[in-house]
């Protein structure tokens, strides 16, 4: 066992290498890696539904992937769950959108449906807050679904990776249905 200082100095170099997003620490134990280097980092749906290209939605801002690489969920529910553990960094104050710093590096972007930013927040509900720190799975917030799409707007959910151009590339791990908490996306390096 590590004595506690020297324990607590390479916990902080390994934190400091995570924030500054620089190269990645090499692990002390080898054998300590769950997955091999080349894996990728994962992202979990944060929405159940049937999965969709994002190159073939109709809103040109998500379909040029401009904003990043990803795909898009159909919503099959009401529910936003988290796509893997993170901070919250950002909220839409209409509450249509939400973008997190995951644990993996990753800086996502959830937005619910298109144009949606003209109901003013209205069929939203919020569970977290910016700066909270989320767990993958917990619930961020839950839209309506009927009262959405009884207002004219489409549900096709963007969720996509605004960093992109860190990783060599992003991708889908699924095609068809999926359910909030499978495997969406794998991005490597």
Do not use: W
């Amino acid at each position: 066992m590590k004595e506690p200082a020297t324990l607590m100095h390479s916990i902080r170099q390994r934190l400091l290498a995570h924030f500054e997003k620089s190269t990645p620490f090499a692990p002390e134990d080898p054998a300590a890696e769950a997955a091999p280097a080349d894996s990728g980092q994962l992202l979990y749906a944060p929405v159940s539904g049937r999965i969709r290209a994002l190159t073939r939605i109709k809103d040109p801002v998500f379909s040029s992937e401009v904003l990043g690489k990803g795909c898009a969920i159909e919503p099959s529910c009401g529910e936003v769950v988290a796509p893997a553990d993170g901070i919250v960094e950002k909220i839409a104050k209409t509450h249509h959108a939400i973008s997190l710093l995951c644990d993996n590096g990753m800086e996502v972007l959830i937005h619910v449906g298109m144009d949606t930013v003209e109901l003013k927040g209205k069929g939203y509900e919020l569970f977290v807050q910016t700066g909270d720190h989320v767990q993958k799975g917990q619930l961020l917030f839950r839209f309506d679904m009927q009262a959405i799409a009884a207002a004219g707007y489409t549900l096709t959910t963007p969720v996509i990776v605004t960093n992109s151009s860190r990783f060599a590339r992003i991708e889908p791990l699924l095609s068809g249905r999926v359910t909030a908490g499978q495997q969406l996306l794998r991005a490597k390096m």
